[in-house]
């Protein structure tokens, strides 16, 4: 099983010949492969597993799916869940 967390582009750059962007997933800028969906546009929210770009998502359903993510979220927060870091899980609302 894989996760893969949907991220708003904000922007495009080449790397090494390489198609990169960087998307930003509900505050957190990450860097990340677009090759698998070249026509993606600054603005548009894709689907992000592993550092690669793997589907364009509409914004409805890239909302729905950070929803989730953040109702996930709640819950670790509630039950006392750390991060890999070992840092107390902290939710943004």
């Given at each position: 099983?894989?996760?893969?967390i949907p991220g ?75 991060s890999f ?9």
């Amino acid at each position: 099983m894989c996760l893969a967390i949907p991220g708003k582009l904000v922007e495009i750059f080449d790397e090494g010949g390489l198609k990169m962007g960087r998307l930003d997933y509900d505050g957190t800028v990450n860097r990340v492969c677009l090759e698998y969906v070249p026509e993606i546009e600054i603005g548009q929210y894709a689907l992000v597993h592993a550092g690669f770009a793997i589907s364009i998502l509409d914004e409805e359903e890239a909302f729905r799916s950070l929803e989730t993510w953040r109702d996930f979220n709640r819950l670790r927060e509630k039950e006392g869940a750390v991060s890999f870091d070992n840092r107390p899980v902290k939710t943004r609302d």
